[in-house]
């Protein structure tokens, strides 16, 4: 009877820190403690990428491939979108 307890009470604990990981509750806090960001990445083929990472306040164009990571250039900081229309 204990055993069933315990199983229970594990398994209604791990579906609550699921829901809360999907809900979003919890990657406000992930989010403070990565340093590296991806912003964005565009394939451009099989297994190359051009990618838009945020890292320390800078933002970064790298090209990658599966052999190599190459810095294409340094990007100015992102602007606010707000007001601006397409």
Known sequence: MNE???VTAVLALLGGVLWLLK????SRFA???SAVA???????GERRQLVIVAVEGRRLLLGVTA???TLVTELAAAQSVEGVRP
Do not use: I
């Not at 809900?23 to 919890?26: N, T, V």
């Not at 991806?38 to 451009?44: K, Y």
């Open 4 to 6: 069933l307890l315990a």
């Open 23 to 26: 809900s979003g509750r919890l």
């Open 31 to 33: 989010a403070r403690s």
């Open 38 to 44: 991806v912003e964005t990445a565009v394939s451009l």
């Open 67 to 69: 052999a190599q990571v």
